[in-house]
């Protein structure tokens, strides 16, 4: 499995911008997709992930209520849709998949869940 992440750009704090990420191989019927990000000198952090089977979602706190993640099955992609963006959104975003296996949602907020990984996209917040 190849994960395509695209979307990145520069805006300015306020604005949007919508991450997409696509995934190579057969359609997924299990597993989970993922948006983790690592802020410049930061760890990287997890920031949503949507299950496939059932699409329940699950965010980190910071973003809950600004950001949104959806999936298209049928294409095996995954988006972040961002809206109110802040400074401290400034990040290379990664997305990461999971294809066998039915995890409980929490689980999938750790990177160790994760098989798979796309190449990360800049996302940069001016204030």
């Known amino acids: 499995v190849q994960l395509q992440a695209s979307g990145g750009g520069s805006v300015q704090a306020g604005g949007s911008l919508r991450l997409s990420c696509a995934a190579s191989g057969p359609t997924f019927s299990s597993g989970a997709m993922a948006w983790f990000r690592r802020p410049p000198g930061k760890e990287r952090e997890f920031v949503a992930t949507?299950?496939?089977?059932?699409?329940?979602?699950s965010y980190a706190g910071s973003v809950q209520g600004r950001f949104t993640i959806s999936r298209e099955n049928a294409k095996n992609q995954v988006y972040l849709q961002m809206n109110s963006l802040k400074p401290e959104d400034t990040a290379v975003y990664y997305c990461a998949a999971e294809t066998d296996r039915n995890y409980i949602t929490s689980y999938y907020k750790q990177e160790r869940a994760y098989d798979y990984w796309g190449q990360g996209t800049q996302v940069t917040v001016s204030s």
């Open positions: 949507v299950r496939w089977r059932d699409g329940h979602k």
